[in-house]
């Protein structure tokens, strides 16, 4: 399983609490500053169509889900995907 959160570091609510959330259920995660790498941003808004941070993608078994924004509800579904 691979967890990659594409966030900007500074005044973004929903990255720190996207972090948070994982943090304390013990999942691991990549994070990639989108202000600072180009490729990154390029790939969130021209590929996966977001504008809104963070960018969170989701990788298991070969099957991909990705959103933006703080969501709740797929958090809550990968950490019980993660600790199932």
């Not at 967890?3 to 996207?18: A, S, V, W």
């Not at 948070?20 to 790939?43: H, M, P």
Request: hydrophobic fraction near 30%.
């Amino acid at each position: 399983m691979t967890l990659t959160l594409y966030i900007k570091p500074e005044g973004c609510f929903g990255c720190d609490k996207t972090k948070q959330k994982f943090t304390e259920a013990g999942i691991s995660f990549t994070t990639v500053d989108i202000t600072t790498n180009d490729n990154a941003l390029a790939y969130i808004t021209e590929e996966l169509g977001y504008t809104q941070a963070p960018v969170v993608v989701y990788e298991k078994d070969g099957s991909e889900d990705h959103w933006s924004g703080l969501n709740p509800d797929k958090i809550k579904q990968v950490i019980a995907r993660r600790t199932a």
